[in-house]
Structure formats: structure tokens, C-alpha cells
């Protein structure tokens, strides 16, 4: 199993940035890619970014160029960079990896497949 912790949520104005974290543990050596979710009270749960073990990532087109995904190989931390924050950000962001097998994002939807390892969750508020 991989345990996944997230941190680095908070309250910020609209414009504004926050950088979430994520430190993995567990068989993190099993993943081939991680990714960053949100959901926002009464919708559905969406990808926002995802970064694969050979470093390519693919971010949501809601969030293109305002949201950056990046690792800490050594670390097996996991980082979103989110800058100039809206108010439709605001959203509980989940952190979570695959367990090695097939998995699937659409930058345009949002949807995604194939992670079976999930943290807690950071709120995120933007006002």
C-alpha cells in the first residue's frame, strides 16, 4: 500500500497562491503516476494535474497556466503550485497515485481512472 498525507491548504483572496504538498510512503516504488484532484461541495471530483515517473505532466485545462505539478524524487514529496486563485478553486484537493496499472486522464473533463491510493484531503478557500 501507499499512504499519502496532504498539507498546505488554507484561506487566500482571489489572485492569490498556495502550494500544496503531499509526502508519500508505503510501496511508492509500485506507482507510475501521481496526480492532484479536487472536489467542490455538490460536484463531482475532478483531476486537476498529474505527473508521471518520467516527469511528463498533463494539467487540466482549467487550471492551465495558473497551476504547476512537480516531485521530489528523493523526497517522494509531491507539490501543486497554484497561483492566481479564483474564487471556483475553492474545493478540498486530494493527492493520489496509481498502483502501477493502466490509468487515464482527460485535461479537458477532468476525469480520470486508475488511482487507487488516496490522501485525506487539504481545503483549499479562495474568497
Known amino acids: 500500500h501507499v499512504q499519502l498525507v496532504e498539507s498546505g491548504g488554507g484561506s487566500v483572496q482571489a489572485g492569490g497562491s498556495l502550494r500544496l504538498s503531499c509526502i508519500a510512503s508505503g510501496y511508492t516504488s509500485t506507482t507510475n503516476c501521481m496526480g492532484w484532484f479536487r472536489q467542490a461541495p455538490g460536484k463531482e471530483r475532478e483531476g486537476v494535474a498529474v505527473i508521471r515517473n518520467d516527469g511528463r505532466t498533463t494539467v487540466g485545462d482549467s487550471v492551465q497556466g495558473r497551476f504547476t505539478i512537480a516531485k521530489d524524487n528523493a523526497k517522494n514529496i509531491l507539490y501543486l503550485q497554484m497561483n492566481s486563485l479564483k474564487p471556483e478553486d475553492t474545493a478540498t484537493y486530494y493527492c493520489?497515485?496509481?498502483?502501477?496499472?493502466?490509468?487515464?486522464?482527460?485535461?479537458?473533463?477532468?476525469?480520470?481512472?486508475?488511482?487507487?491510493?488516496w490522501g485525506q484531503g487539504t481545503q483549499v478557500t479562495v474568497s
Open positions: 493520489a497515485t496509481t498502483s502501477g496499472g493502466p490509468w487515464y486522464f482527460d485535461p479537458g473533463t477532468g476525469s480520470a481512472t486508475g488511482f487507487a491510493y
